[in-house]
């Protein structure tokens, strides 16, 4: 069974449209991640949910919205999708308060943006 | 702000080499440091995990050390493998509470067969 699931694993899409992503974990962590790896290949986090409360949101644009409907699940919408958005994002998960806190990352999902 | 360099960004050895893989921070206060393997097209996997007061990790043929004054962490392959061909992640989470993993760019090995 995969750990985190993120779908779909390709987006191709035009300017200015909106597009979600889905990402379930099924071990029982509490906090899960929205990471992005540019074309430079550098992966730097967006969000961070723990226990579906938003804890980190590293300056990301506010077409950027996450939704936590439990802590099993956290889905990225994208409103408006500019040309700057292609990457790839990871989903990732981790359990707090355990000291070594490792994180399990989906496979992720490249977007293009036409 | 921390920033996480690793080098060399990509390395090619023949196989059965043993190899060394670096990454530098800037900022010494950390919590711990992961090695993650990445392989194309899929995600990250976790390799070793460090906690700010321990000085090495091994698992099988890979150790991972770390010297937090100094702010460089090594990872350490032994007898390497073709299909230990991927890019080679470092992260260090902050020493603040924050969850967040700062990553430098990664190290693309080959193995040659």
């Known amino acids: 069974d995969t750990a985190v699931s993120q779908t779909p694993k390709y987006l191709v899409t035009q300017m200015g449209n909106d597009k979600s992503i889905k990402c379930e974990q099924n071990?029982?962590?509490?906090?899960m991640y929205w990471y992005k790896q540019d074309s430079k290949k550098f992966l730097k986090i967006m969000f961070s949910?723990?226990?579906?409360?938003?804890?980190i949101n590293e300056t990301v644009p506010n077409r950027f919205s996450p939704k936590s409907p439990d802590k099993a699940h956290l889905n990225l919408h994208i409103n408006s999708l500019e040309l700057g958005d292609s990457a790839v994002y990871f989903c990732a998960s981790s359990q707090s308060g355990q000291g070594y806190e490792k994180l399990f990352f989906g496979s992720g999902t490249q977007l293009s943006v036409l | 702000k921390q920033e996480v360099t690793q080098i060399p960004a990509a390395l090619s050895v023949p196989e059965g080499e043993n190899l060394v893989l670096n990454c530098s921070f800037t900022?010494?206060?950390?919590?711990?440091l992961q090695w993650f393997r990445q392989d194309p097209g899929k995600g990250l996997t976790s390799l070793l995990l460090i906690q700010s007061s321990q000085r090495e990790q091994t698992s099988g043929r890979l150790n991972a050390s770390l010297d937090k004054s100094s702010g460089r962490s090594t990872l350490y392959i032994a007898a390497s493998q073709p299909g230990d061909s991927a890019t080679y992640l470092c992260?260090?989470?902050?020493?603040?509470?924050?969850?967040?993993?700062?990553f430098g760019s990664g190290t693309r090995l080959q193995v040659q067969p």
């Open positions: 900022d010494s206060a950390i919590y711990n």
């Open positions: 949910y723990n226990n579906k409360e938003l804890i």
């Open positions: 992260a260090v989470r902050r020493g603040t509470g924050r969850r967040a993993l700062t």
């Open positions: 071990l029982g962590h509490d906090t």
